[in-house]
């Protein structure tokens, strides 16, 4: 190997920044150092920023697909050279073995999408999936969708994994990473011969929406989450009770006329509407044409006693006890109508107005808006490792063997061409190429490769060594780093990974023995 391993700064990522000032010094070369995380503030800020507003975040983010990916000039090496024995790790959560008779791939529970923040504000996915670990607490991507490949010792913010993620659902949960592990060629020195990462979660978080909730409009707009506003249709008295009221004021509106105001039956053009008001009200008001005089005989409606129940209810009296003729409780002296509770089926609602002139033009509709606001209630959904598994991992695997790949490509082709959505995962199979890759620009010396015309958003998807089909698992020897179009026709055909060795191993231990814990208790 043309380095020796150098401890790996373990970068924070809940906080969404590099831990600053937490001491990382080399004790021995074979040794990895941690950055322990301080608090878990930053997690669920960082949890509240993907999952408000029904994950809108999340929707909103795109396929990272940096220019620095694009390789240009792409030449073969030697054969693959281990630097320790052949080695692996069981992949977790293995189901009964199963006689698959058809060819159709079933895909990997435990692949998803890596949610991050770049500097500049852009939102932004990439592959990876979950491996074995102690804590059942792993995610392995590529180097470049966790760690800023454009400033050296920093972290991309606000990074989760979203197993099986799909069109703004997360079916598993969204987990917040705590602690990223790499090596230090790739952290310092940005060699894509190392463009891995392994990165510890907390436990995952699911979410239920909150039924909307009523609030005011000072409320609805102060708040930043999802909401909504209803308009609903109320009568002249309650229009009118609500302008009186300060507090009340600004929910009520005049439609179809900007003059509500009254007039009177002799003001030129004006039109009269009814309102209804008490008993005690109607016997009160005169007879004859004018402003707040009778408007006809009192309205006899026929009703079922449920009916009648249920107008009742709705004016807020208790009806919580049979009850019947005329003498009703009334809740207060503003009580319109008076019923007639009759359980043989002779139920009555009898309604009073009065005359409303209004100018031309004047509103014929008066509107309340009501604001709501909602919500998630979140809740602890357990550890990665028991929701969906964890691949096993193997390292210094000799070159030619067949592998599977997974991912979730969305980026156009160099000419333009974009066949993929990113919605859902697609895979390739087929065996490593035997030489190992050159690429002078990304620092590539000892990739591996593998024909597959993917697109960005692939990239930090898992290769598979020894996928079974039927137990949907197999050992991860390495994660997408880049794509080339290596016959120079506009189109990717080439997929590269870092080739996973005994220092891939070592960095990969450290991470699996790192516990990570709860952020909601």
């Not at 107008?311 to 002296?333: F, H, M, R």
């Amino acid at each position: 190997m043309k380095r020796i391993l150098l401890p790996a700064g373990g970068a924070i990522l809940a906080t969404g920044l590099l831990a600053a000032g937490l001491a990382s010094t080399a004790q021995a070369d074979d040794k990895i150092s941690e950055d322990v995380l301080a608090a878990e503030a930053k997690a669920i800020e960082t949890l509240e920023f993907w999952t408000k507003s029904d994950n809108a975040a999340l929707k909103k983010a795109v396929a990272f697909n940096p220019d620095a990916l694009e390789v240009q000039k792409i030449s073969s090496g030697g054969g693959y050279s281990s630097d320790t024995k052949p080695g692996s790790t069981q992949p977790i959560g293995e189901e009964k073995k199963t006689t698959v008779k058809v060819q159709n791939v079933n895909l990997p529970k435990t692949i998803g999408k890596v949610f991050f923040e770049y500097r500049d504000g852009s939102l932004y996915w990439c592959s990876g999936t979950s491996i074995q670990s102690q804590y059942r607490n792993l995610v392995a991507t590529a180097g470049h969708c966790v760690y800023d490949i454009a400033a050296n010792d920093e972290v991309v913010s606000k990074w989760v994994f979203v197993p099986g993620y799909y069109q703004g659902r997360a079916p598993w949960g969204v987990y917040v990473g705590k602690q990223a592990f790499t090596h230090y060629d790739f952290d310092v020195y940005e060699d894509f011969d190392r463009d891995y990462a392994f990165v510890t979660v907390y436990d995952g978080i699911g979410g239920a929406m909150y039924k909307p909730k009523q609030v005011t409009r000072a409320e609805y707009r102060a708040y930043d989450g999802q909401k909504e506003k209803k308009e609903v249709e109320v009568s002249w008295n309650e229009f009118k009770k609500g302008k009186l009221d300060p507090k009340t004021s600004e929910y009520y509106r005049a439609v179809e006329g900007s003059d509500p105001a009254p007039a009177g039956p002799n003001y030129p053009g004006a039109e009269v509407v009814k309102s209804e008001v008490t008993e005690a009200e109607y016997k009160a008001a005169p007879v004859g044409k004018g402003q707040g005089r009778k408007f006809g005989e009192p309205e006899v409606e026929q009703v079922t006693y449920e009916e009648a129940i249920a107008y009742l209810q709705g004016q807020g009296v208790d009806v919580t006890k049979p009850i019947e003729g005329e003498n009703v409780p009334k809740p207060n002296a503003e009580f319109p109508g008076t019923v007639k509770l009759d359980r043989r089926g002779n139920s009555t609602i009898t309604h009073y107005y009065v005359q409303l002139w209004q100018k031309p033009g004047a509103a014929k509709k008066y509107i309340r808006t009501d604001y709501f606001i909602i919500g998630h209630e979140l809740k602890s959904v357990g550890r990665l490792g028991d929701n969906v598994g964890g691949q096993g991992v193997a390292w210094n695997q000799v070159g030619g063997k067949a592998v599977r790949t997974f991912g979730y490509p969305f980026g156009p082709h160099l000419d333009g061409n974009k066949p993929y959505t990113g919605v859902t995962p697609k895979w390739c199979y087929g065996k490593t190429a035997t030489k190992k890759l050159l690429i002078p620009s990304k620092k590539v010396e000892e990739q591996q490769s593998l024909k597959c015309a993917v697109t960005a958003g692939y990239d930090g998807g898992p290769w598979l060594y020894k996928y079974s089909n039927s137990k949907r698992l197999g050992y991860v020897n390495g994660v997408t780093s880049l794509i080339a179009d290596t016959d120079k026709n506009n189109r990717y055909d080439t997929i590269t990974s870092p080739i996973f060795d005994g220092e891939t191993a070592a960095i990969y231990k450290a991470a699996s023995a790192s516990w990570s814990g709860k952020l909601i208790k």
